[in-house]
């Protein structure tokens, strides 16, 4: 069975750092590509970045790109996100989510962790 | 980059209506579409990918179509357990992803 387990969401001041992490099981971790997305209190979905199933290639959402750092452990099968000069439009639930193999949308998500912002 | 819009942005409905929510893409998305369904505390689900390919264990009653910049999302006949919110979202192999804005389908 496939499970996601996000952690490391929390209470952080604007301009503070924050890592979250992603326990991935139930799948081989390092054959996929994986995903973060969130979701801001009462909105919508929003992606915020990618990592490739090999590892080498990442994307960033234009309202995170110079500010996030994706990347993994195989080792361990997880999935990161390093979160540094974090504004109030960073609060939100984040999601870490698998990418199908062979294809490219979301087949399994996380329950999320929730990072808050403020000063 | 590609725009994705839905409409309506809310629904509301009753037990044994057909439902249809629309999803527009600001230009031709071919059919790297898929469809997720929100409920309140809860991390999306997966529905339907490809535009109208089912996702296994998803009821029958859930459909979808459309090709190009138009897409449709149809529930055949709403049941309790269908009220939350659904979000279209654009694919594609470059794995950057964008979401429309939601539709959340509410007890008339």
């Known amino acids: 069975e496939v499970q996601l387990l996000e952690s490391g969401g929390g209470l952080v001041q604007t301009g503070g750092s924050l890592r979250l992490s992603c326990a991935a099981s139930?799948?081989?971790?390092?054959?996929?590509?994986m995903s973060w997305v969130r979701q801001a209190p009462g909105k919508g979905l929003e992606w915020v970045s990618s990592?490739?199933?090999?590892?080498?290639?990442?994307y960033y959402a234009d309202s995170v790109k110079g500010r996030f750092t994706i990347s993994r452990d195989i080792s361990k099968n997880t999935l990161f996100l390093q979160m540094i000069s974090l504004r109030a439009e960073d609060t939100g639930i984040y999601y870490c989510?698998?990418?199908?193999?062979?294809?490219?949308?979301?087949?399994?998500w996380g329950q999320g962790t929730l990072v808050t912002v403020s000063s | 980059d590609i725009q994705m819009t839905q409409s309506p942005p809310t629904l509301s409905a009753s037990v044994g209506d057909r439902v249809t929510i629309t999803c527009r893409a600001s230009q031709s998305i071919s059919n790297w579409l898929a469809w997720y369904q929100q409920k309140p505390g809860k991390a999306p689900n997966l529905l339907i990918y490809?535009?109208?390919s089912l996702e296994s264990g998803v009821p029958s009653r859930f459909s979808g179509s459309g090709s190009g910049t138009e897409f449709t999302l149809t529930i055949s006949s709403l049941q309790p357990d269908d009220f939350a919110t659904y979000y279209c979202?654009?694919?594609?192999?470059?794995?950057?992803?964008?979401f429309g804005p939601g539709t959340k389908v509410d007890i008339k």
């Open positions: 139930g799948f081989t971790f390092s054959s996929y590509a």
């Open positions: 989510a698998k990418v199908r193999y062979g294809d490219f949308f979301f087949d399994y």
């Open positions: 490809q535009a109208s």
């Open positions: 979202q654009h694919y594609n192999s470059l794995l950057i992803f964008t």
């Open positions: 990592l490739s199933s090999s590892g080498s290639s990442t």
